[in-house]
């Protein structure tokens, strides 16, 4: 008996090619930018780019690891996706100055401006999410509403429309990245991107929201986070 041909699957859509950027800062939270990093720079044709308004080194929040801009702003001008990280360090960047400058520049032409824990602050800041509602790191919600945006408790809220998309705290830039990977290219696409990192959470405890950690959790979480400051 002759075996039968094995059939060929079809042909997986191949995206253009797509310019990430990345925005870095002192005192960045690593995984609002790598976690999406990992996700993205799989992407065919995906090329992600760390940039900010000096090349060059800037230290995590907590001051123990660096990550390197490899380009300036002005040498990116025009990127399909921006990603904003968050972190303490975003607090500098509250005030009119070169990161507002590019992003709202950029936004102009970009498929997607996203942001990742309390990067959707620098967004609101820079005006990007007037009349809009967003998500951030929970103990934040409060300086998105001085900036007449509506906070909400979800892991991702998405603005399709004006081409915006947040995420919660840290590793919700994760979940908003796969989400991108099917906007970008299609569902598929996001489970492969999935299968590689092998993301598949199963956190010993249920304590990864405010609703659900408790007071007890809360309280500890301030201690620790008073004694990073």
């Not at 303490?88 to 709202?104: C, F, K, N, S």
Request: aromatic letters at 6%; one cysteine or more; glycine letters at 8%.
């Amino acid at each position: 008996m002759t075996a039968s041909p094995r059939s060929t699957p079809d042909e997986p859509p191949t995206p253009d090619e797509l310019s990430i950027a990345i925005p870095l800062f002192d005192e960045v939270t690593a995984l609002d930018a790598v976690g999406p990093y990992e996700v993205l720079q799989r992407l065919p044709g995906a090329t992600v780019t760390f940039i900010g308004a000096e090349k060059g080194e800037v230290r995590s929040d907590n001051g123990f690891l660096g990550l390197t801009v490899d380009a300036t702003f002005a040498e990116l001008t025009d990127p399909d996706v921006v990603v904003v990280p968050g972190g303490v360090g975003t607090r500098a960047h509250m005030e009119p100055g070169p990161m507002h400058d590019w992003l709202r520049s950029a936004h102009e032409s970009s498929r997607f401006t996203t942001s990742v824990c309390t990067g959707s602050l620098i967004l609101a800041a820079a005006g990007l999410l007037d009349g809009l509602s967003a998500t951030t790191h929970w103990s934040t919600y409060d300086v998105l509403t001085e900036h007449g945006v509506e906070p909400t408790g979800q892991r991702v809220v998405e603005h399709l429309d004006h081409r915006i998309i947040t995420a919660a705290g840290v590793s919700s830039g994760i979940d908003m990245a796969l989400r991108l990977s099917e906007l970008l290219v299609d569902d598929v696409a996001a489970k492969a991107m999935q299968l590689m990192i092998e993301y598949d959470p199963q956190p010993p405890f249920d304590a990864g929201s405010l609703e659900k950690a408790g007071d007890e959790v809360v309280e500890r979480v301030i201690v620790y986070a008073a004694d990073k400051q």
